[in-house]
């Protein structure tokens, strides 16, 4: 890889000893944002109880605070975090599910003619792009992510490229391949694995050359199938986790899956032609569960047509840093701002990109066709929609004077309670990366000002005006609480930690063992936005089986979500998304504030 200039090395990380910790919040604080956030969920007699159950979690000298010591002095013993290790074994590592449909997400992109029946083409210019981002994090030229002109964050940059999720048992791990050594992708055509190197001889291939290559996997792929070793990806990671220990036994397949793990990143060619949105989210976001692997940090998706998206996995990056990867990849593609290199004079013949080899044993063989069985009864058991909004988009909603995310939160609130007449827990992704080693906060979009606001939606006898300020009440609520929690100061991180701080044989505290602590976590809707003028697509699965996973985009002048539940409402919820935003143009715009004035 190349190396960077010493004016420019170290600005992706030079900020990070000076970010501060992730703070413990006051007992006071949680407990107080708590009993807010669950008031709109539960009825009288359910809130006194939860209620007292609070008092007694704050009494000096009670469990509350033994509890909140014990946390204090997790957080002064550590130099990183004090959720970091718990969260990612908790949320991710530990988790032994699937990876596929609840974890692993998607982008889906917009197309341009130019790629029009070229995958080949896509392909390589996609790789091209991919390429010098990582050279930029390799050098550490990027520049970190900005949030209010203050540095965020830059630690999971370090798992983008050449990152692998190992299944292990009690619980994965991550693997880390050194970049300036392993410049390769795997390239899946057919169900088989393909190395591609994108530098020979120290020299980074140019665009037209990987294009060339590429090609050359296609003809060498040919029109059959392999038998489907990227299935296994798609199984429980404790099913996963002993097949791949019995099939590194193999020194052939543990040669072929350390070239997998190795891998800058994975490039799959499927050999369909998505048109509709959700053909193309369903393809990306699952496909036929075959000719992927799930476990590498991210993968890009070509289609025979042209057609070409994402899937990342989630375990030690959140979406942000993805999302500006593609963003800078697609916007530099269209904006000609990267460069596609120069063929070498001499012309000499690259050779031709190496097939993996795997031996497939019986047993193997029939852990495949089991793990491709489970796999087409889970993805079966669901359903994925796209509601395309065209009426308007962000520009818009800033004319209106409203928050555009606390908008579409609103508009997912009022489509929700339209389908059930009922409000329930949400869940939206509120980052903390102004923190050294920060992942996520809960948001939780459900608080009384947006009860109020969505009941009287349905009510004809309120006036337009009086909508309208119930829901910019309903609006400040939810941009109060995530300013919260991207403070670190939401509530559900903070009871995480201490409640995995109840030694063995103590008795859990009443706030944990009050149904309403269940209630207010369990997410019927777990939402977040991605946006990008270059996507049209974005979604994962629910993270309940009674609840959907609702991801959206607020684009200048569309919004768009992706619902995927196991087939509860999803058509009803498509429906009632665009009534909501119909509506809520008429009494936001009536109750704007007046443009200002230009000096």
């Given amino acids: 890889m190349p190396v960077s200039s010493p004016s420019t090395r170290g600005k992706l990380f030079a900020h990070q000893a000076s970010l501060p910790k992730l703070p413990v919040p006051t007992l006071q604080e ?69 990876v596929v449909v609840w974890v692993n997400y998607f982008f889906t992109f917009v197309d341009y003619k130019k790629y029009l029946n070229k995958p080949a083409l896509r392909a390589a210019e996609m790789i091209t792009g991919a390429f010098e981002f990582r050279r930029q994090i390799v050098t550490e030229e990027l520049e970190p992510d900005m949030a209010r002109g203050s540095p965020l964050c830059s630690h999971q940059y370090k798992f983008l490229f050449n990152s692998t999720r190992i299944p292990k048992i009690p619980e994965d791990v991550t693997r880390n391949s050194d970049p300036n050594t392993n410049n390769h992708v795997i390239v899946m055509r057919h169900n088989k694995f393909f190395v591609l190197d994108v530098v ?103 289609f025979d047509n042209g057609v070409a998206g994402f899937n990342g996995e989630h375990s030690m990056m959140d979406a942000t840093p993805l999302n500006r990867m593609c963003d800078f990849v697609l916007e530099g593609l269209a904006k000609g701002t990267i460069s596609h290199g120069v063929p070498p004079s001499s012309g000499a013949s690259l050779a031709a990109p190496e097939k993996l080899t795997f031996e497939v044993s019986a047993p193997l063989a029939s852990e495949i066709a089991i793990a491709e069985k489970k796999f087409e009864e889970l993805v079966g058991r669901h359903e994925l929609t796209v509601v395309v909004f065209d009426g308007y988009g962000k520009n818009a909603i800033k004319k209106f004077g409203c ?47 947006s009860v109020a606001w969505v009941k009287a939606m349905q009510d004809s006898d309120l006036s337009v005006r009086e909508k309208g300020e119930l829901g910019r009440a309903a609006i400040a609520s939810q941009s109060s609480y995530m300013a919260k929690a991207v403070d670190g100061k939401g509530v559900d991180r903070h009871l995480l930690g201490l409640r995995l701080l109840i030694k063995e044989g103590e008795e859990k505290p009443s706030i944990f063992t009050d149904p309403s602590y269940s209630l207010s976590c369990h997410w019927n809707l777990s939402t977040s936005q991605i946006s990008s003028e270059y996507y049209n697509g974005y979604g994962w699965g629910e993270v309940v089986s009674d609840g959907y996973g609702c991801a959206y985009m607020v684009n200048n002048d569309v919004l768009q979500f992706n619902l995927v539940s196991q087939k509860l409402n999803n058509e009803e919820m498509r429906y009632h998304l665009l009534e909501a935003l119909r509506e809520m143009k008429v009494v936001f715009q009536a109750t704007a504030p007046p443009p200002k004035a230009k000096l």
């Fill in 30 to 98: 949680t407990c107080a944002t708590y009993l807010r956030s669950v008031r709109p969920l539960v009825d009288d007699a359910a809130f006194a109880k939860t209620t007292a159950a609070v008092q007694e979690f704050l009494k000096p000298g009670g469990k509350g605070e033994e509890l909140q010591k014990r946390l204090i002095e997790r957080d002064n013993s550590v130099s990183t975090s004090w959720l970091i290790d718990w969260w990612n074994s908790y949320a991710y590592m530990g988790y032994r599910d699937p």
């Fill in 403 to 449: 928050s555009p995310d606390a908008y579409a939160q609103m508009a997912i609130q009022l489509a929700y309670y339209k389908t059930y007449g009922v409000c329930r827990p949400t869940y939206e992704s509120a980052q903390t990366k102004k923190y050294a080693y920060g992942r996520t906060e809960t948001g939780r979009s459900v608080s009384v000002e």
């Fill in 200 to 302: 020979v001889n120290g020299r980074q291939l140019s665009t037209a050359e990987l294009e060339k290559q590429l090609l050359k996997i296609y003809e060498l792929a040919g029109t059959s199938k392999d038998i489907a070793v990227g299935a296994l990806t798609t199984q429980d990671r404790d099913s996963w986790a002993k097949i791949r220990d019995q099939m590194v036994s193999s020194p052939v397949n543990k040669a072929s899956l350390d070239k997998i793990e190795t891998a800058a990143f994975v490039v799959c060619l499927d050999d369909t032609k998505p048109v509709t949105y959700e053909q193309r989210s369903k393809s990306c976001w699952v496909g036929d569960g075959k000719n992927r692997f799930f476990d590498k940090s991210f993968q890009f998706i070509v």
